[in-house]
């Protein structure tokens, strides 16, 4: 059964950690090139596939004793907000072109660039933790996919826009004051137990 608790909290982290994140920006960069659907289609495969990878890490971890896992989420959880809060805004990645604009090239194109440039980061990493953390994969899971979609969908559609109207730094900001509560809860739940 779903938590609609689990899934609103895990969205709501995952989202804001994405929104500053390089792949919202080469989701701009491919949408303003190729056709905003054929982007989606390969963007949300890529998203979809690291999330059950996340999801699988963290279950994982829940065969651990309570208060290891929540050591261990929490250490994970201040060293991605130091992270957040320590990273250096980063420019539009050029993006090679595919020579035809078929749904296939142009997916395969979204679908590798986040396979590739997603691959252990930060809302990855993330993801493993709040598994481990709730114990319920399919709310982690399904809140963690919407999240990447959502940002992946704005960056696609309107990014830039979004950008304008939204300061990036409030947003990282945010997502690091999540995740440092986040941390600080674990490792007083790892202490108290």
Do not use: C
């Not at 997603?118 to 319920?136: H, K, P, S, V, W």
């Not at 304008?164 to 490792?187: F, N």
């Amino acid at each position: 059964m779903i938590s609609i608790t689990v899934l609103a909290l895990v969205f709501g982290v995952v989202f804001l950690a994405e929104l500053p994140d390089k792949t919202a920006l080469a989701g701009l960069v491919l949408g303003t090139r190729y056709r905003a659907s054929y982007v989606f289609a390969g963007v949300a495969a890529a998203f979809l596939l690291h999330v059950v990878l996340a999801v699988a890490a963290g279950s994982v971890l829940t065969l651990l004793p309570q208060p290891i896992v929540h050591g261990i989420t929490g250490v994970l959880f201040l060293g991605g907000a130091a992270v957040l809060l320590l990273k250096k805004d980063e420019g539009e990645e050029e993006v090679r072109r595919p020579q035809d604009q078929s749904f296939w090239k142009v997916a395969t194109t979204g679908f590798m660039l986040i396979l590739v440039a997603e691959f252990g980061d930060l809302t990855q990493i993330m993801t493993a933790n709040l598994a481990a953390r709730y114990d319920d994969p399919l709310s982690v899971g399904v809140g963690a996919v919407l999240a990447l979609w959502a940002v992946a969908g704005l960056g696609i559609v309107g990014g830039k826009a979004l950008m304008k109207k939204v300061p990036l730094r409030l947003i990282t900001k945010i997502a690091a004051a999540l995740m440092l509560g986040l941390g600080g809860w674990s490792l007083y739940e790892a202490v108290a137990a």
